[in-house]
């Protein structure tokens, strides 16, 4: 199975700042990579597939690269409806897995 | 509006046996693949299981494999996932999600939507 891993675990930031989320892959997976946000008490919500391509309706502020093994979610200018847990998933093969998870949380 | 209603959830003992349903409408059931996610109380999002549009492709977790069956009925617009001899570690939120968008010709996909999930307990 590829094991996907995400850092940090957890991440403290504040309204209007620049974060970036970290994803990496024990094997290529080219781009067959997906990016979900989870609110509490919620389903995942997907934000990017294909390693960049921004879902409909996901705000511009939520952009994704990498390519093969490494992967970052960045989100531009935080807002607080943004502050939630954030997954990586690889669908390059099976299993389907996921990275930990990114828990982003108020300063 | 894509909807995805997942059903058959509760308390169950070790050993035992659930069906969950998803009741899928607001896009044609049977041209999608479909998936079975969970999450234990507190932790990350697991893979279970995906079927393919006519169930051609079955594929489980290694940790769910000879325990539980995925089914679809495309005629009724519902996913099922069987789950038998049931361990306090399958203890979780269950959700069915939908693969997509397929935006390629590709192998594989993400999941595009998802349901609400239905709590599954394992304990006696």
């Known amino acids: 199975a590829i094991r996907m891993t995400q850092s940090p675990s957890s991440l403290s930031a504040s309204t209007g700042d620049r974060v970036t989320i970290t994803c990496r892959a024990s094997q290529g997976i080219s781009s067959y990579l997906a990016w979900y946000q989870q609110k509490p008490g919620k389903a995942p919500k997907l934000l990017i597939y294909a390693a960049s391509t921004l879902q409909s309706g996901v705000p511009s502020r939520f952009s994704g690269s990498g390519s093969g093994t490494d992967f970052t979610l960045t989100i531009s200018c935080l807002q607080s409806e943004d502050f939630a847990t954030y997954y990586c998933q690889q669908y390059y093969s099976y299993p389907r897995t996921f990275g930990q998870g990114t828990k982003l949380e108020i300063k | 509006e894509v909807q995805l209603v997942e059903s058959g959830g509760g308390l169950v003992k070790p050993g035992g046996s659930l069906r969950l349903s998803c009741a899928a409408s607001?896009?044609?059931?049977?041209?999608?693949?479909m998936n079975w996610v969970r999450q234990a109380p507190g932790k990350g999002l697991e893979w279970v299981s995906s079927?393919?549009?006519?169930?051609?492709?079955?594929y489980y977790a290694d940790s769910v494999k000879g325990r539980f069956t995925i089914s679809r009925d495309n005629a009724k617009n519902s996913l099922y996932l069987q789950m038998n001899s049931l361990r306090a570690e399958d203890t979780a939120v269950y959700y069915c999600?939908?693969?997509?968008?397929?935006?390629?010709?590709?192998?594989?996909?993400?999941?595009?939507?998802w349901g609400q999930g239905t709590l599954v307990t394992v304990s006696s």
């Open positions: 607001g896009f044609t059931f049977s041209s999608y693949s």
């Open positions: 079927i393919s549009s006519s169930s051609s492709y079955i």
């Open positions: 999600a939908r693969e997509g968008p397929y935006y390629d010709i590709l192998t594989g996909y993400p999941f595009d939507y």
